[in-house]
C-alpha cells in the first residue's frame, strides 16, 4: 500500500505525519507531493523516509493527487508488483494521528468497498466556519447520487487503483473530494465512511481564512455545475 500526502508549505507538521505514516501497518512507500511550499516541506519529507516529487508551481490539491497516483504507478511498475499498491491519501497536517488512518484499508483489501473515507470526531480547535461548503457538498452528493455523506470533504481516503483511474481527470482544486465521491458513485463502485480518530488543523476566522473557505466553496460549486449539465468529470 502506498499513502499520498499533498503538501503545501506543512514544514512544521510533515516530518511527524510521514513518520505515522510509514508505520501503518502494510505501507511501504510514502509519497509527498510538494505543491509549490516556499519553505522546508519537500527536504524535510525526503529526511523523513518519504518519496518526494515537486511542484515548480501551486497547481492545487487534484493536481498533486495524480502527481502522487502517477509516482505510484511508476514505483509499482520499477517494484513489479504483482497487483497495484493500494492509494491511501492523507493530509498533511494530521502529525502523529496519521497512524490512526489503518482501519480505512481492510474494507478495500476485503473487497467490500472500492474506497473508504474517514469521518473524524470533533476536532480540538474551534474552527471559525459556518458549515456552508460542507453543506454544498453534501446536498450536492445527495442530489447526484443519493448517497448522504456524512464529512464529503474528508480528504483521507483509501482507494483501489481501479477506482481512482475511473475517477480521472479529478475535479479542480477543493472540489476534488466532491467530485471524486460523485464520479465513483455514479460509475457503481461502492464507497463506505469509517469513523477513524484523526486531527488535523482546523482552519480560524482571520481574512485569510475566509478566503481560504470562498475559494472551497467556488471549488465545489465547480465540480457540482459540471455533474450537473451531465458532462460527467470535468476535462
Known amino acids: 500500500m502506498a499513502v499520498v500526502i499533498p ?3 506543512e514544514a512544521a507538521r510533515i516530518v511527524a505525519t510521514v513518520a505515522a505514516a510509514r508505520a501503518i501497518d502494510g505501507v511501504d512507500v510514502v509519497v509527498v507531493v510538494d505543491d509549490g511550499s516556499t519553505d522546508q516541506t519537500s527536504t524535510l519529507a525526503t529526511g523523513a523516509g518519504a518519496t518526494v516529487t515537486l511542484h515548480p508551481r501551486t497547481l492545487g490539491k487534484a493536481a498533486a ?3 502522487g497516483a502517477d ?3 511508476l514505483l509499482d511498475q520499477q517494484d513489479g508488483v504483482t497487483s497495484p499498491r493500494l492509494l491511501l491519501f492523507l493530509d498533511a497536517d494530521l502529525e502523529d494521528t ?4 489503518a ?3 481492510p ?3 476485503a473487497g467490500e468497498a472500492d474506497m473508504t473515507i474517514a469521518t473524524l470526531p470533533p476536532q480540538s480547535q474551534p474552527g471559525g466556519g459556518r458549515g456552508l461548503v460542507v453543506n454544498l457538498s453534501r446536498k450536492g452528493i445527495e442530489a447526484a447520487t443519493g448517497f448522504q455523506a456524512t464529512q464529503p470533504l474528508s480528504g483521507q481516503r483509501c482507494l483501489t487503483r481501479e477506482a ?4 480521472r481527470p479529478l475535479a479542480r482544486g477543493f472540489g476534488v473530494e466532491t467530485g471524486l465521491t460523485i464520479d465513483l458513485l455514479r460509475q457503481g463502485f461502492r464507497v463506505r465512511e469509517v469513523e477513524v480518530d484523526l486531527h488535523h488543523r482546523v482552519t480560524g476566522t482571520d481574512v485569510r481564512a475566509q478566503l481560504h473557505r470562498a475559494r472551497q466553496y467556488r471549488d465545489v460549486a465547480l465540480a457540482l455545475a459540471a455533474r450537473r449539465r451531465g458532462a460527467g468529470r470535468p476535462r
Do not use: G, N, Q
Open 71 to 73: 509516482l505510484v504507478r
Open 7 to 9: 503538501a503545501k508549505d
Open 65 to 67: 493527487m495524480e502527481t
Open 107 to 109: 474494507p478495500v483489501v
Open 98 to 101: 496519521a497512524r490512526r488512518a
Open 103 to 105: 482501519p480505512l484499508v
Open 164 to 167: 481512482f483511474d475511473a475517477a
